[in-house]
């Protein structure tokens, strides 16, 4: 009933920029927080930023600012502005939005996630 649809990863060299995008559709009652989320392969998936519906932010200090979260709850959307990239921030980058779609009850919807890799 609801899907999260990423886009805007890909290769770039050390000290670049890009920008990732993720839409959420569905039955959506309400979307709670929406966050980024980064893996590397054998590693724990992990936290880089989350934005609160009311635009509270928190970043993971290693990319604290570097990296911007921000959505558009008109179109149930969330970016990461990412800059100065390093090799360090390769990894695939995975959207997930806790989603109401009832008055009670909320999931957490994870996207495909998209591939960043950052070259030296």
């Known amino acids: 009933q609801v899907q999260l649809v990423e886009s805007g990863g890909g290769l770039v060299q050390s000290g670049g920029s890009l920008r990732l995008s993720c839409a959420a559709s569905?039955?959506?009652?309400?979307?709670?927080?929406m966050a980024w989320y980064r893996q590397v392969a054998g590693e724990q998936r992990e936290l880089v930023a989350n934005?609160?519906?009311?635009?509270?932010?928190n970043y993971a200090d290693s990319v604290k600012g570097r990296f911007t979260i921000s959505r558009d709850n008109s179109k149930n959307t969330v970016y990461l502005q990412m800059s100065s990239l390093k090799p360090e921030d390769t990894a695939v980058y995975y959207c997930?939005?806790?989603?109401?779609?009832?008055?009670?009850?909320?999931?957490?919807?994870w996207g495909q996630g998209t591939q960043v890799t950052v070259s030296s």
């Open positions: 997930n939005a806790e989603v109401y779609t009832s008055l009670v009850l909320y999931s957490d919807y």
């Open positions: 569905g039955s959506i009652f309400k979307i709670r927080t």
């Open positions: 934005v609160a519906s009311g635009g509270t932010t």
